[in-house]
């Protein structure tokens, strides 16, 4: 299948809905990453990183007790186990080096959980760079201890206080902070979303994520390829990664999103944040707001390649409630001693009600991507457990 | 008659004074009170969530006519039979005119009398779509240039413009500021060279003496959030028309020293 990420589509999504103020940035990202990903030299400073500063490759872990529970065999994509605690690092350590390499000073973005925001803070810090990220009021509040981190780590975090006071706005912040500063600043996206080549460029990042795991699996299973591979998606970028090493496989896909912020689910034809995508919204074109548990997957919308994996039947993108994640990450916690991001827990809860509703066949193996680790989550599981 | 010769009708320098629709209960006051004052055309803001290219004021400022339950399809049927003698050019993000679709939304507008039409997160390369459709039913489609737009994207866009070309003074977003950027005389310029069209500048222009320098070297202002401020402050229309007389004047008498 001829990628059309690369021409920055995605079927009818995508694209490069931003200011013209943005147009010039945008191109010129596009093409310094471009011209990086065919650069041998790029690609060894970035693998270099991602073994001897993430940890990579994650490994595979079979979950014995949880799989004898439900009957099926789970392996457990680790990327909870890298540097940082999630996989926004592999993202950000490409997008950190392309920054170094365009001469750029100073990273800008946008974090919900804080999980992007730390990577950046990291990263930025590692390469000599200074970072300013954006985090939603409500956020701030919810993920204090991620807020201490980045600043530990050298960074500043600009609270956002307009709209619903989440990512959407965080977003909204950076977009605007970078019309401002596009001379001396990069915009490091957090997710498989935004103006063309961010989708695109996003998924290449995260791809190491399903092209580990593909070769795992291969060791791993004596089919070789999973039945299912699930991931959760909020923007989408730790399922991006991970359908990417299976999309040319006859594995299902399935992205898990959160009741309240469903926007391959439930969402309608939009434009936000620059792109072209499936967004919550009102009858009248108001953008709705996200709701859920996890901080990292309150945002209306939803990258547009999942969009067009949707459409196409080529991935399925299910909801799970607040409740099952809860349950979910303390199962997890109880049977395999992991306790994840509960961002990563909607996965686990839909495999868990998929199997209990026999849904997935008796013996099906299922390959779950744990996108981060649950720290982060102590206060807000404090309350609830 | 078209907006683009509705404007060059005018033969002075040109003020596009804005307000966001459903701003207040008598948020229609503003547009006569614009007209009273001498506005050439009126730019009307039709609120969005997350007005991207904007900011804190026009934030503000669209947050409060949402809350107030404002829509795009609401605000067209007040202006509706309004008998405004001065053009209407709608603003709005373009999440607001894929919910219509771009036909039935350019169709709305040009129902409630609406001469022409900017969007400001819709670039070059993904206007064509709406340009269609808005070229069908007789809106004109205004673009956008920037100080980052290079010479022949700047070319382009003064061609495929309709109505005027809006030049965006600045690298920010819309506000208030002490002094009106340096990149705003210039930018005028390089659009005047390479196309016929008027080039009114916005952002940042928001006392008369900004007016004045900034209709130097562009053929008129957009004045935004300076007026959304005295609105949000509490202003009726009767003031912000007392402001907008102030600009105008400042513009007139420029115009007169120099013939």
């Known amino acids: 299948m001829k990628d059309l990420a690369e021409r ?272 919550l919204q009102d009858e009248h074109g108001q953008i709705t707001e996200a709701h859920s548990i996890a901080a990292g997957l309150d945002y209306p919308g939803v990258g547009p390649e999942h969009a067009y994996l949707r459409d196409l039947g080529r991935a399925r993108y299910v909801t799970v409630s607040d409740e099952e994640v809860v349950g979910a990450a303390v199962r997890l916690a109880r049977t395999e001693g992991i306790v994840p991001a509960l961002e990563s827990a909607h996965a686990i809860a839909w495999v868990i009600r998929a199997a209990v509703a026999g849904e997935l066949p008796p013996g099906a193996t299922v390959l779950i991507t744990l996108s981060g680790r649950g720290d982060k989550d102590m206060s807000t599981l404090k309350e609830l457990v | 008659m078209s907006l683009e010769r509705r404007l060059r009708d005018r033969g002075r320098k040109l003020l596009m004074p804005y307000v966001t629709g459903g701003i207040t209960d008598d948020w229609t006051g503003y547009l006569r009170s614009f007209a009273a004052a001498g506005a050439d055309a009126i730019e009307l803001g039709l609120p969005f969530s997350d007005p991207t290219l904007d900011g804190a004021t026009i934030q503000e400022a669209s947050d409060a006519a949402l809350a107030r339950g404002a829509t795009a399809h609401g605000i067209l049927a007040e202006i509706d039979g309004l008998g405004l003698d001065v053009p209407l050019v709608a603003s709005t993000y373009y999440n607001l005119v894929l919910r219509d679709g771009t036909s039935a939304f350019c169709a709305a507008l040009r129902q409630a009398g609406i001469a022409g039409l900017i969007v400001p997160d819709l670039p070059l390369e993904e206007a064509g779509e709406l340009a269609e459709a808005a070229a069908a039913t007789g809106i004109d489609l205004v673009l956008l240039a920037s100080p980052s737009t290079p010479s022949p994207r700047l070319y382009e866009i003064a061609r495929r413009s309709r109505g005027f070309v809006y030049a965006v003074s600045r690298m920010g977003t819309t506000g208030e500021r002490a002094a009106l950027a340096e990149s705003a005389g210039a930018l005028a310029e390089r659009i005047k060279q390479v196309g016929d069209l008027p080039v009114l500048l916005g952002f940042g222009i928001s006392t008369p003496e900004q007016a004045v320098e900034a209709a130097r070297r562009a053929d008129g202002v957009v004045v935004g959030a300076a007026i959304m401020r005295r609105i949000l402050d509490g202003a009726g229309p009767d003031d912000v028309g007392t402001y907008v007389t102030a600009l105008r004047r400042a513009l007139d008498q420029e115009s007169d020293e120099r013939r």
């Open chain 1, 8 to 279: 920055g589509r995605f079927g009818d999504y995508g694209g490069l809905f931003v200011p013209e103020s943005l147009v010039a940035a945008c191109r010129e990202v596009e093409g310094a990453f471009r011209e990086a990903r065919s650069d041998p030299g790029f690609r060894e400073r970035l693998e270099t990183l991602l073994a001897l500063h993430v940890g990579r490759p994650t490994p595979l872990t079979p979950a014995p007790r949880l799989s004898a529970e439900l009957g099926v065999t789970l392996l457990l994509k680790r990327e909870d186990l890298t540097h940082t605690g999630s996989h926004k690092i592999n993202n950000v350590l490409g997008q950190a080096l392309l920054a170094t390499r365009m001469g750029r000073t100073r990273l800008i973005a946008e974090t919900g959980a804080g999980m992007h925001g730390v990577a950046v803070a990291t990263g930025a810090a590692l390469l000599g760079l200074r970072a300013t990220v954006f985090m939603g009021e409500r956020d701030v509040e919810r993920q204090a201890l991620n807020v201490f981190r980045m600043r530990m780590l050298g960074a500043e975090v600009v609270t956002v206080g307009a709209g619903s006071r989440t990512l959407k706005d965080a977003t909204s912040e950076a977009m605007r902070h970078w019309v401002s500063a596009t001379e001396e600043a990069y915009y490091c996206v957090g997710s498989v979303v935004g103006p063309t080549p961010y989708p695109w460029m996003v998924r290449e990042f995260q791809r190491v994520i399903g092209d580990e795991a593909r070769g795992q699996c291969a060791g791993a299973l004596a089919s070789a390829v999973p039945d299912y591979v699930v991931a959760c998606v909020g923007g989408g970028s730790n399922a991006a990664g991970t359908f990417a090493g299976f999309v040319d496989t006859a594995a299902r896909l399935v992205g898990v999103e959160a009741e309240g912020g469903a926007g391959a689910s439930r969402g309608r034809l939009g434009v936000l944040h620059g792109f072209r995508s499936l967004f």
